[in-house]
């Protein structure tokens, strides 16, 4: 579990370096949140990222979580676009 936080924690600091390092033109206060679509199995990697998505409005992201009962729809999700991006696999699986 440890390493699970840990990977969130660097997920999330990685993201807020890269919003650091964005253009210098002042960001309007009432901007509209960019959506990212994460394709996710249910637990733990879906839990973690309900915890991340309240940290990710602050930064200006909208995270939607999409929920993937097997290993194979995620990865197809991802290559025909309907995912921004897939988190679940594990160090067994790698």
């Known amino acids: 579990m440890k390493k699970i936080l840990s990977l969130l924690l660097i997920?999330?600091?990685a993201l807020s370096l890269f919003t650091g390092c964005?253009?210098?033109?002042?960001e309007e206060p009432e901007a509209e949140l960019q959506k990212?679509?994460?394709?996710?199995?249910?637990?733990?990697?879906?839990?973690?990222?309900?915890?991340?998505?309240?940290?990710?409005?602050e930064q200006g992201y909208d995270l939607q979580i999409q929920e993937f009962v097997d290993y194979v729809q995620p990865n197809l999700a991802?290559?025909?676009?309907?995912i921004d991006a897939n988190y679940f696999q594990h160090r067994l699986y790698l």
């Open 11 to 13: 997920s999330i600091l």
């Open 36 to 57: 990212i679509i994460v394709g996710a199995s249910p637990a733990p990697h879906a839990e973690i990222l309900e915890i991340a998505k309240e940290l990710l409005v």
């Open 22 to 26: 964005g253009g210098g033109e002042a």
């Open 78 to 82: 991802l290559d025909s676009g309907e």
